[in-house]
């Protein structure tokens, strides 16, 4: 009942552009499970949950070992279905993806309308307030969780290729080096991001059900997409950040917030995403063929291209086909951080 008294619906406006303000109702919900408004929640280094790149790291080295130390250990065992968890775990992720999508949106809205873009992505009280970082740091959680895509692969005995494992791993590394670098653009990679899982896991919650998807090509598409805009925004902000910190007499549009070593990892892992998933979409979609058949076999559930023959189709699913990775999207996304020891900062 404490929730609903948050809830007013209003005419859609530039303010409030779903109509029904989300952040009192995220606000009262965040409450009640942890016991402060999410108002009050400051990222604090050491003393946040995973916060520190100890945490950090270890986590990314125990996510290695499970899965390769698992794959060892199922080589011994017949795959796993797991039909029902699977599909609750690919609608969690496109739910909350969608949620915090929204939120983001409603943040953001006023923001550039009033600021206009350059503030947004430039300066802290654009693109780092309060509640983006409270959204930017339950967005750097949500990539632990869906290290679990592996877990499941593993678990069904599924080919692990070396972008689903290299990109899950990196993903969370990039968001914990945005969390604590600061960055005002992060919301950029990450709301795209966002808008990519929530296609991509509902892909695979339809996959896992059965259900044939025409539009399974558009996935990497859009990832491609995504990481093309991220890099233009990343690699600008950057261009400013150095420009008007150490040569001002470069042409510029000024300051720039974030740290030196955010932007180097930002634009260093967002580079590799985008020519391995080029690599990806050219290998899987574009040489024809039986390879191409194989590709399309997905979670155990083919998916049909246009390219594809019945015949060709019909060798893959023959005991020849292998599974789609699960879990190639990205997270050119970014988190930040309040009270964070910073290196050299615009």
């Known amino acids: ?33 942890m016991g402060y408004p999410a108002d009050d929640f400051r990222f604090v280094r050491e003393a946040t949950p995973i916060s520190t ?45 969608g949620i915090l999508l929204a939120l983001f949106i409603e943040q953001l809205t006023p923001t550039l309308y009033n600021h206009g873009l350059f503030y947004g992505i430039c300066n802290g009280d654009g693109g780092w307030t309060q509640p983006m970082v409270v959204l930017y740091y339950l967005n750097y959680l949500t990539k632990y969780f869906e290290l679990l895509d592996t877990v499941f692969l593993v678990a069904k005995k599924k080919p692990l290729t070396f972008l689903h494992c290299y990109h899950h791993g990196a993903t969370a590394l990039l968001c914990y080096t945005q969390l604590i670098g600061s960055t005002a653009v992060s919301w950029v990679p990450i709301t795209l991001n966002l808008f990519v899982h929530v296609v991509m896991y509902w892909y695979y919650f339809q996959s896992a059900r059965g259900v044939q998807v025409w539009w399974k090509q558009w996935i990497t598409r859009l990832q491609i997409i995504q990481f093309v805009i991220d890099l233009g925004f990343v690699y600008f902000a950057s261009y400013t950040y150095f420009t008007s910190t150490y040569w001002p007499h470069i042409t510029n549009m000024g300051k720039c917030a974030g740290e030196e070593f955010a932007a180097f990892a930002g634009c260093g892992i967002l580079s590799s995403y985008l020519v391995l998933f080029i690599s990806f979409y050219f290998t899987t979609y574009r040489k024809g063929g039986k390879r191409t058949a194989k590709k399309a076999v997905t979670n155990g559930n083919v998916t049909v291209g246009p390219k594809l023959t019945q015949d060709i189709l019909g060798g893959a699913v023959n005991g020849n086909g292998h599974g789609y990775t699960n879990g190639n999207a990205t997270n050119g ?11 050299r900062k615009a």
């Open 53 to 97: 790149f100890k945490e950090s790291a270890s986590l990314i080295i125990a996510y290695y070992a499970i899965i390769f130390g698992g794959k060892a250990i199922m080589s011994n065992f017949g795959a796993m279905k797991l039909r029902t968890l699977f599909q609750l775990h690919n609608l969690f992720l496109t739910t909350v993806s």
């Open 333 to 343: 996304s970014a988190n930040g951080v309040n009270g964070s020891v910073r290196s």
């Open 1 to 33: 009942m404490d929730i609903l008294k948050v809830v007013d619906i209003q005419k859609p406006s530039i303010d409030r552009p779903f109509g029904v303000g989300l952040w009192p109702i995220f606000n009262a919900l965040f409450g009640k499970v």
